[in-house]
């Protein structure tokens, strides 16, 4: 797998001009990631912490990007990132906002990072309910966006499920989990 480093994801965000912003949600993303990772680490579920951060941190990459031109941010994103030779990478941000999952299956990363960024809603941690109420304010003004917000919400719900069913700590204790993680902890 060729992941790439910390400072090798801060110097992407720097070259791809991710506004401070969007780089604020994408550390919180990344904390709720790590504190997942280590959860399920002790639960005999092992998870490439590694992945996990640069993931996270490289998530949102295209997001202005995609504003200014109307294109889909986790498909952009992910040609971006697979052009730089990150495979592994891109195939989770192309999934962290349409995920394509087996929800019967063994938890993998992609569920992680699609999850963790439903718990941010700009930069604070929250919980689904009103991280979807957020979405809904923001997305959902007609009633044919309002489905889709349905099915998200759904899906969001049974991965949280999924991933907290080999936990020994719940959804409501993931802020006080996640206080005060260090990212750099993480870096290689």
Known sequence: MNIPSYNTCCKLLERYAVPEHIVLHSRQVARISLCLGEGLAVAGVDLARDLLLSAALLHDIAKMASIENGRDHAGLGAEWLAAQGYVE?????RNHVRLETDLDGPIVAKEIIYYA??????????????????????????????????????????VEKKIFACLDFSPDEILQRCYGKNLLTYSA
């Open 117 to 158: 960024d439903k718990r941010v809603r700009h930069d604070e941690i929250v919980s689904v309910k009103e991280r979807m109420l957020d979405l809904r304010r923001r997305y959902g003004v007609n009633s044919a966006s309002l489905t889709p917000m349905d099915e998200l919400e759904g899906l969001t719900l049974a």
């Open 89 to 93: 990478i891109a195939e989770i941000v």
